[in-house]
């Protein structure tokens, strides 16, 4: 299996993704080694020098802050912390964030102003290293002083404790531990600081965050290329994605989808035809402008997340030149919190008007017979598929209320403005998942009406069709649609797609 080093090198969207899947083993670079270590030392040196209390090194938590802790306790003031905050609770995080979490708290370590050993690091890559994954719950992070809860459970197994995914099932740690022999990881008792190292950081939300964007490009590219589809399907016009229209506004995502299309438009034959109708509905010709709009705030949210995952968000901050440890709030989630709020909005948006072109597909114009049956009446068609699109849309409407608009009060009044970027994240990857079947039933609709136009396509535009009608044949008469509509979605979820097609800052 290859080998990825992780570090203070950024990484690229194909190492995230390698990550996600389980591809690949990972390893802290030499210089993450160093950072961490020399950060121990100094945290070590620090406090045996220092007669002031170091929050989170000798005192309580949160409201508890005041409390000064004997040495004698520290390590298990730390292990106390771990287990008293896995109070996570809901759906399972999906494996594939899971890694991303570990991965990315090591990022962060690397950084090294985290204080903590340099053999715990280790065993956190010799966790993800090992094929089992902390059971991490959806519930119980409010994105300030970090993702305290996720966290803990990702840290359980550091301890010997907690539940793991491992060879397919839900086990206790010490199961899977006694199974794994030497292939498994140092458990520890911990020392100073190091619980509140774990614990505190912003991984849950940018993990989240680096998953929707891995999905985000490809549903851009999608809902590009489809919506070409489709235009072709509706027997729509190609001058209002011509490059002269887009000069005169030239907002960069905008740009970017007018040129997409045309090119596919382009190149199919029955564009060039002379049409009867002067304009098309906004849903197609306006897809520069609404698909652009959604470009430009991915784009955004893509640079906010990259900064994030290459920081180190927890608390305090260990700080060798200055001779300090600091504590602060580098652990607030606000910024991730806004930008996937954005991307649940910008990716709905794509959805929106996805839905849109495909109640005019089945509307009964340009040619068309309604709702893309052969046999109107006594077949119904289309015309239920495009319900349950309007009815994810509507879904995803609601999925859209801002969660960072909310605060709510904890720790005493200590912690009294939260971010609740973790419900933010949570609820971006339910528009991503919603998304790829709002496009897939796009796709399956304007598949039916190029067969029904028989539409004289583009080789690129044909290539894709056929692929498609290998999984989801011609709709003849009435059938059982719902493994239709479920295999609409997957096959654009297993579609390959080059990354240098794909959005990039």
């Excluded at 759906?91 to 962060?108: G, M, N, P």
């Excluded at 970017?256 to 596919?264: E, G, M, S, V, Y």
């Excluded at 990716?347 to 509307?363: D, V």
Aim: aromatic content about 6%; some cysteine; proline content about 4%.
């Amino acid at each position: 299996m290859k080998r990825l080093e992780v570090g203070t090198t950024p990484l690229s969207y194909i190492d995230y993704q390698s990550i996600a899947d389980g591809s690949v083993e990972i390893a802290l670079s030499e210089t993450a080694r160093k950072n961490i270590t020399a950060s121990r030392k100094f945290l070590e040196e620090k406090s045996a020098r220092s007669t002031a209390p170091i929050y989170g090194v000798n005192t309580g938590f949160g409201s508890l802050c005041s409390i000064e802790v004997g040495a004698e306790d520290l390590g298990r003031l730390q292990t106390n912390l771990v287990r008293s905050h896995a109070c996570g609770t809901g759906e399972f995080v999906d494996q594939a964030i899971i890694r991303l979490i570990i991965a990315l708290k090591l990022k962060s370590f690397a950084v090294g102003v985290s204080g903590i050993r340099l053999e715990v690091c280790e065993s956190l890559v010799q966790l993800y290293n090992s094929g089992a994954l902390p059971v991490i719950y959806a519930q119980g992070s409010l994105g300030a002083s970090g993702d305290l809860a996720p966290l803990a459970h990702m840290s359980l197994p550091l301890l010997g404790e907690g539940s793991l995914w491992f060879k397919g099932e839900i086990v206790e740690t010490q199961k899977a531990l006694d199974q794994l022999g030497p292939k498994a990881w140092a458990t520890y008792t911990l020392a100073s600081k190091e619980g509140l190292a774990l614990l505190n950081g912003t991984q849950f939300m940018s993990a989240h965050g680096i998953y929707a964007t891995l999905h985000a490009r490809r549903l851009d590219y999608f809902s590009d290329f489809i919506g070409a589809l489709s235009t072709v399907a509706h027997d729509g016009r190609i001058e209002a994605f011509s490059q002269g229209v887009h000069a005169t506004r030239p907002q960069r995502g905008q740009v970017l989808t007018a040129k997409r299309i045309f090119q596919w438009l382009n190149e199919a034959p029955i564009m060039h035809n002379e049409k009867v109708h002067v304009q098309d509905p906004y849903s197609f010709r306006c897809m520069p402008q609404v698909h652009g709009a959604s470009k430009n705030a991915l784009w955004h949210a893509m640079e906010v997340i990259e900064t994030e995952v290459n920081s180190a968000t927890d608390n305090p901050v260990v700080l060798e030149e200055e001779d300090a440890v600091v504590s602060a709030g580098n652990f607030h989630g606000q910024p991730l919190a806004l930008v996937l709020d954005y991307m649940a909005l910008a990716l709905h948006e794509l959805g929106s008007i996805s839905e849109r072109r495909t109640y005019q597909l089945i509307s009964g114009r340009r040619g068309l017979p309604p709702f893309l049956t052969p046999n109107p009446g006594l077949n119904s068609g289309l015309m239920i598929a495009q319900y349950t699109a309007a009815g994810i849309v509507s879904q995803n409407k609601q999925y859209c209320t801002p969660a960072s608009a909310d605060s709510i009060e904890s720790s005493n009044g200590q912690e009294d403005h939260v971010s609740m970027g973790a419900n933010a994240a949570t609820k971006l990857i339910k528009v991503v998942d919603n998304l790829y079947q709002i496009l897939g039933i796009e796709l399956l609709n304007a598949s039916q009406a190029l067969h029904l136009r028989k539409a004289d396509i583009s080789p690129t535009m044909q290539s894709y069709v056929t692929a498609f009608r290998e999984i989801v044949p011609v709709i003849e008469e009435d059938r059982y649609l719902h493994p239709d509509l479920i295999a609409s979605r997957d096959f654009l979820r297993s579609s390959s797609l080059e990354d240098d097609v794909l959005l990039s800052l």
